[in-house]
């Protein structure tokens, strides 16, 4: 049972809170070098030129909307099969973050496409299941504002964001299934498909990406576990809430 404990909102508060300074201090430290070795030390690409260097934004944006999107859902699995608030609440935390990735993939994407396709968007099978990826995002962060009482919004919002999951794969495959604008992937695993130097400074700028998301999203289940748990004794007990009395 005491694996379990950080399962209780008043357990994972704390925690949450000893997390959030590490992660966002591995993130910035990661960007930083991950920007310094993207944008000045990798060399530029024989076709692409500079142009390519989008890709450390875009290729860790794109990973990480997808990614988030798949760990929201399996949140919204666990609330709906166990009943649990706090695999909820970690849930509703992560769609804004999966939200924003999603909307810098298609951003960077289209100024990524414009010289290198010639137009800033095409109704590419990659593009089009990516933008749906966004509007599933909104869906859930709307349908979440849309319901007052937090039970049945978590419930709505999980069975549609478990019913979303199957756009996940469509995105990645997609390169696969159709004959689409968008290249392969930037990295395959057992084969290296770009110079050492290129792959140096897009894992980090990934692994930045990823450490940011998991700070951000443990600083806003921090903030709606106080949202949702307003009423417990232990809220009031705490030493951020008395210095707000």
Same mark, same amino acid.
């Given at each position: 049972?005491?694996?379990?404990?950080?399962?209780?909102?008043?357990?994972?508060?704390?925690?949450?809170?000893?997390?959030?300074?590490?992660?966002?201090?591995?993130?910035?430290?990661?960007?930083?070098?991950?920007?310094?070795?993207?944008?000045?030390?990798?060399?530029?690409?024989?076709?692409?030129?500079?142009?390519?260097?989008?890709?450390?934004?875009?290729?860790?944006?794109?990973?990480?909307?997808?990614?988030?999107?798949?760990?929201?859902?399996?949140?919204?699995?666990?609330?709906?099969?166990?009943?649990?608030?706090?695999?909820?609440?970690?849930?509703?935390?992560?769609?804004?973050?999966?939200?924003?990735?999603?909307?810098?993939?298609?951003?960077?994407?289209?100024?990524?496409?414009?010289?290198?396709?010639?137009?800033?968007?095409?109704?590419?099978?990659?593009?089009?299941?990516?933008?749906?990826?966004?509007?599933?995002?909104?869906?859930?962060?709307?349908?979440? &504002?849309?319901?007052?009482?937090?039970?049945?919004?978590?419930?709505?919002?999980?069975?549609?964001?478990?019913?979303?999951?199957?756009?996940?794969?469509?995105?990645?495959?997609?390169?696969?299934?159709?004959?689409?604008?968008?290249?392969?992937?930037?990295? &395959?695993?057992?084969?290296?498909?770009?110079?050492?130097?290129?792959?140096?400074?897009?894992?980090?700028?990934?692994?930045?990406?990823?450490?940011?998301?998991?700070?951000?999203?443990?600083?806003?289940?921090?903030?709606?576990?106080?949202?949702?748990?307003?009423?417990?004794?232990?809220?009031?007990?705490?030493?951020?809430?008395?210095?707000?009395?």
């Amino acid at each position: 049972m005491n694996s379990f404990k950080y399962a209780s909102p008043a357990q994972f508060y704390p925690l949450a809170g000893k997390l959030v300074s590490v992660f966002a201090v591995l993130a910035t430290v990661l960007l930083i070098i991950g920007l310094i070795v993207g944008l000045y030390l990798a060399p530029i690409d024989v076709t692409q030129k500079d142009s390519y260097r989008i890709i450390y934004v875009h290729v860790p944006a794109a990973w990480m909307s997808m990614f988030l999107y798949v760990v929201m859902a399996f949140w919204y699995a666990i609330a709906l099969g166990a009943n649990t608030r706090l695999s909820a609440m970690m849930a509703q935390s992560i769609a804004p973050t999966g939200a924003l990735m999603t909307a810098l993939a298609l951003w960077t994407g289209s100024f990524w496409g414009k010289p290198t396709w010639g137009t800033y968007w095409e109704w590419d099978a990659r593009m089009t299941s990516e933008l749906v990826l966004l509007f599933l995002y909104l869906g859930v962060i709307a349908l979440r &504002s849309a319901i007052d009482d937090p039970r049945r919004a978590d419930k709505a919002c999980g069975v549609l964001a478990i019913v979303g999951v199957v756009n996940v794969p469509i995105i990645y495959m997609s390169v696969q299934w159709w004959n689409t604008l968008h290249q392969g992937a930037t990295i &395959s695993v057992g084969e290296r498909t770009i110079d050492s130097m290129m792959l140096t400074g897009l894992l980090m700028m990934i692994f930045a990406f990823w450490f940011y998301s998991i700070a951000i999203t443990l600083m806003r289940v921090r903030a709606i576990i106080l949202e949702r748990e307003a009423g417990a004794n232990w809220i009031s007990e705490l030493s951020e809430v008395k210095g707000q009395r």
